[in-house]
């Protein structure tokens, strides 16, 4: 698979969509929005100290968070909003990116992690078969 160059890709047009989308073939899952605000139906996730809402019900893959002071997510994801991508193979797609998350698995069958692009928080997501050594 070609190796994603940022200095290499030529510029975007209006009228094109993204190279994630149509180079890589990344497919778009979901769009996370940090929050102050406590809304319906939030979940808490005690190991990162948020909470999240809205993703199973918002037709267009809104996810709020909220986090706790002591909340030990990456402040990059706390402050700003990200995209998330599903991708066919999480490793070859982590290559030469830069990291701010260890891949992890939130829930059966998904493997995730983070990486920055110009200061912002992008996530990207392997669905399917988890590696039983990620937690």
């Not at 909003?81 to 490793?91: E, G, R, T």
């Not at 070859?92 to 995730?112: F, Q, R, Y």
């Amino acid at each position: 698979m070609r190796q994603f160059q940022e200095n290499k890709i030529p510029k975007r047009e209006d009228h094109e969509l993204p190279y994630a989308t149509t180079r890589l073939k990344w497919s778009y899952h979901h769009t996370g929005i940090p929050t102050n605000v406590t809304r319906e139906n939030e979940t808490y996730i005690a190991s990162l100290k948020m909470y999240v809402s809205g993703f199973e019900s918002s037709p267009y893959g809104i996810e709020w968070m909220r986090f706790e002071d002591d909340s030990p997510v990456h402040p990059l994801i706390q402050r700003f909003p990200h995209v998330a991508f599903v991708v066919d193979n999480l490793q070859e797609a982590l290559a030469g990116k830069d990291m701010i998350t260890e891949v992890t698995s939130p829930s059966e069958n998904i493997k995730v992690a983070m990486i920055q692009h110009n200061g912002v928080p992008i996530e990207l997501m392997e669905i399917g078969d988890n590696d039983p050594d990620i937690k």
